[in-house]
């Protein structure tokens, strides 16, 4: 069992930067692929970058390529997202995610954390 809890969501301008951390329990955590995903109103779910369990591959929707930065932390139990040149389409739920649940899909994780709302003023 996995609980994951968002933070670091808020109003920024276009251009400017955050970060968001996602604090994560439970012992599977530093063996599961981890990720970030978003959600707007009438909008599915958009995959926005995973993880591997070590770091060392990660991946990115090509909406975000270039901007956006996941990292993850095993000995602290945190997965972060660093956001810089963040436009208005980038405004969002942003959601946590972990042990991804199938390989043909990237927005498929059984765990999610509760969210965090980031909003990108023009």
């Known amino acids: 069992q996995v609980q994951l809890v968002e933070s670091g969501g808020g109003m920024v301008q276009a251009g400017g930067s955050l970060r968001l951390s996602c604090a994560a329990s439970g012992r599977a955590f530093s063996t599961n692929t981890m990720a970030w995903l978003r959600q707007t109103p009438g909008k599915e779910r958009e995959f926005v970058a995973h993880i591997n369990w070590n770091g060392g591959t990660t991946s990115y929707a090509n909406s975000v390529q270039g901007r956006f930065t996941i990292s993850r932390d095993n000995a602290q139990n945190m997965v972060y997202l660093q956001m810089n040149s963040l436009q208005p389409e980038d405004t969002a739920v942003y959601y946590c995610?972990?042990?991804?649940?199938?390989?043909?899909?990237?927005?498929?994780?059984?765990?999610w954390g509760q969210g965090t709302q980031v909003t990108v003023s023009s």
């Open positions: 995610a972990g042990q991804r649940m199938s390989m043909t899909s990237l927005i498929n994780y059984k765990y």
